[in-house]
């Protein structure tokens, strides 16, 4: 669907084009331990953003002499598969998909406790499975999941939502036509319990009052994301206790 | 200290990574699941907290596929390469470990001696680690009574985390395992288990039981559980073959 005139995001209700209220989130879905042969593995929607997440390691690196003698390496890979998007994705890296692959791995490097595993590497692959705004911080919620799943310690889970600016009013956690017609699309992510951020970018314009107040309604979105990521992991295990 | 030790956990509940588990000082042994910050305690894994009397705290990882290497441990491991000195054996951690040649034939090795003659590849050793550390990979030694390698039985994996489990407070769970199957069991650190059994209807019941307590681990009443399946599986078992024995005495 391509749109060439700007639609109106906030409708006369006050409600967004998909109904949702300003400060609503997408409903959030996460399964864990989806992949047989991955040491973690988890896949993360929120509203139709959709990523699977796989983690491997820690393991031997090879060749040796790239390992870190101190301290556990990350590889991280996010990749948009061909299908995630309206029309066929190239399926080669990106200039985009590169960097974000750095960003992600850089919010990770500060999560995991990497100074546990030296000389090893932890391998964290991400394919976005559909795309709908949003997919660099799914991808890093699915990876913070992954790694949790496989047992890899680390200081807290990652939680992220994106905050923008739509027809001039704050809007929580953007949709797609939010993210391509909105006046700014700012992606945050925090370590919830320690109050770290460890992502943050700014795409567009805000003024010193929005920015703050956007960062305050990030944190109100990010506390019920993470409540939900915990309910997850625990899930797995109460089935067994209520037997 | 004049501040108060709190401990946010009931006994025997489910920690996810950041969870505050407690604050102030507590005289706790050094593990990879929790970390310190500003004298407050955080879970760094999804584990399970035991609380004793209030004034000490565990955290029991529920999740991790590989071994964290302790010396002194006695593991199972794979051959998994051979080398001119040694061998290059597999022990499901994070590093692959090595066990010189003249540990297991207690003399140096002779130049151009071939060592895959003691040890070939895919043969299980039973092992104690000697010597590691962040700097240098595990390095095994095979001296000592029991160790070296397996001729006979078959050898299983479960999860290292859960090796404790299976073994029980006091050996109650392996004590349940071996008298209620007769088998010889022998549960290495690094989540290999050596069983010899009589014959491989015993050994598959014995293998279903030890991954219902994988499965199952953080649950209560597991070990008497695991009898009565145990009992009912192997009832069945005996009744079916008692003829067979017959016919071949």
């Known amino acids: 669907m391509i749109q060439l005139q700007k639609p109106k995001l906030i409708l006369e209700n006050g409600l967004r084009t998909d109904g949702r209220k300003l400060d609503e989130l997408r409903p959030i879905k996460i399964e864990l331990g989806v992949l047989k042969n991955a040491d973690g593995s988890a896949i993360f929607e929120m509203g139709n953003t959709k990523v699977i997440a796989a983690v491997y390691g820690p393991k031997e690196m090879h060749p040796r002499h790239l390992a870190l003698p101190d301290k556990a390496s990350l590889r991280v890979r996010y990749h948009m598969t061909p299908f995630s998007t309206d029309e066929r994705k190239n399926p080669a890296p990106s200039r985009r998909e590169i960097e974000l692959s750095k960003v992600i791995r850089e919010a990770l490097e500060s999560t ?20 709908d ?45 939010e993210d391509m017609w909105g006046e700014a699309d700012m992606p945050i992510a925090v370590l919830p319990s320690l109050g770290q951020v460890v992502l943050l970018q700014l795409n567009g314009f805000m003024t010193p009052d929005e920015f703050r107040r956007a960062f305050e309604l990030a944190q109100k979105g990010i506390s019920s994301i993470y409540a939900l990521q915990k309910e997850a992991l625990k899930n797995k295990y109460l089935e067994y206790k209520e037997e | ?125 039973i092992a104690k680690i000697e010597a590691f550390d962040r700097t240098i990979s595990p390095v095994l030694t095979v001296k000592g009574k029991g160790l070296g390698r397996i001729p006979l039985g078959t050898v299983m994996d479960i999860m290292p985390v859960k090796v404790p489990r299976v073994i029980g407070k006091n050996r109650s769970m392996i004590e349940v395992l071996t008298s209620e199957s007769g088998c010889e069991i022998f549960v ?62």
């Open chain 2, 1 to 125: 200290m004049s501040q108060a030790n709190k401990i946010y956990f009931e006994d025997r509940s489910i920690v996810t990574p950041g969870d505050l588990i407690a604050e102030g000082e507590f005289q706790v042994p050094w593990s990879p699941y929790y970390y310190k910050v500003n004298g407050k305690y955080y879970s760094g894994i999804t584990g399970l907290i035991t609380v004793k009397d209030g004034s000490m705290f565990e955290v029991i990882p529920l999740e991790s596929s590989r071994y964290y290497p302790k010396v002194g441990d006695t593991i199972i491991g794979l051959v998994e390469d051979i080398e001119i000195y040694g061998w290059v054996i597999d022990i499901k951690s994070f590093y692959s470990a090595y066990l010189p040649a003249s540990s297991l034939l207690g003399r140096p090795i002779s130049p151009g001696e071939d060592v895959r003659r003691y040890l070939d590849v895919g043969d299980y050793v």
């Open chain 1, 112 to 131: 995991i406790l990497l100074n546990l595993f030296p000389r090893t590497v932890i391998d964290i692959f991400m394919e976005v499975l559909q795309a």
């Open chain 1, 133 to 177: 705004a949003g997919t660099r911080l799914v991808a890093l919620m699915a990876a913070s999941m992954a790694l949790a799943d496989a047992g890899i310690p680390m200081r807290d889970l990652i939680a992220g939502v994106a905050v923008g600016k739509a027809d001039g009013s704050l809007v929580l956690d953007l949709n797609e036509q």
């Open chain 2, 188 to 249: 290495a650190q690094n989540g290999r288990i050596h069983i010899k059994c009589a014959n491989n209807l015993i050994e598959e019941a014995l293998i279903e039981a030890i991954n219902i307590i994988q499965s199952e681990s953080h649950t209560k009443g597991l070990t008497e559980r695991i009898r009565n399946f145990l009992k009912q599986k192997l009832g069945v078992i005996r009744n079916d073959s008692a003829p067979k024995t017959e016919a071949n005495t």
